[in-house]
């Protein structure tokens, strides 16, 4: 199953969640020695296939000296050891921008990938899915989706908020994050919507509006 929104998605609203050590156990590369030139960064070709980084994530990368730390896109995985990145853009139609930090890096990848999938799984019960994670299913089959790449932002950034949070208190700005971010994720998912295949004949029949959790014919 797709996921509904990427880590870059993230990182456009809360940079600060890909430097927190409670999601260290997240961490799927860290510390790798690389160079970045222009939007190409190059490491070994072990180093990359062994991280299972893919197009979405986020790269931090971290100068020689230590005196600059950066966030990028990981825009494409070009083989061989090099990857595309890109500073934060506005539009993925837009060309990769080079980030700021140039030369000798050492790389580190922390992805959000286990919070969008759960996110993303309750979105789709909303309008009658149930997926099953050990086998990559869903049923019924769905499609023509609507408001779901919001809600799971929204969703996956109160998760994540609600990990950190430790306190509930009006001067503690992680509670209040997750509250902010519980709001737009509860206001988005009464958005969504999905044509729904009911009877397995391959044609999606029902048209599902999770507001109303009432059925339309598609």
Request: proline share 5%; glycine share 8%; aromatic share 6%.
């Amino acid at each position: 199953m797709a996921y509904f929104c990427n880590d870059v998605d993230l990182m456009a609203w809360e940079p600060g969640i890909f430097f927190e050590t409670a999601f260290a156990h997240q961490t799927l590369m860290k510390d790798a020695p690389a160079t970045v030139a222009g939007t190409t960064l190059t490491a070994t070709a072990e180093t990359l296939a062994a991280a299972g980084i893919a197009p979405g994530m986020v790269a931090r990368l971290t100068g020689a000296t230590n005196e600059l730390t950066q966030l990028a896109e990981i825009v494409s995985i070009d083989g061989a050891g090099a990857i595309t990145i890109s500073a934060l853009r506005g539009r993925s139609t837009e060309q990769p921008a080079p980030p700021l930090i140039q030369g000798s890096v050492t790389l580190a990848v922390v992805s959000f990938r286990p919070q969008i999938a759960a996110v993303g799984d309750g979105l789709l019960a909303r309008v009658g899915v149930t997926c099953d994670r050990e086998t990559d299913a869903a049923t019924p089959a769905y499609g023509d989706l609507a408001g779901f790449g919001p809600a799971c932002i929204w969703g996956t950034l109160a998760a994540i908020f609600r990990t950190l949070c430790d306190a509930k208190s009006a001067t503690n700005i992680t509670y209040s994050k997750k509250s902010f971010y519980d709001g737009l994720a509860q206001a988005a998912a009464e958005t969504l919507s999905a044509t729904i295949d009911r009877d397995g004949d391959g044609v999606a029949e029902t048209r599902v509006l999770a507001a109303s959790a009432m059925p339309e014919r598609a």
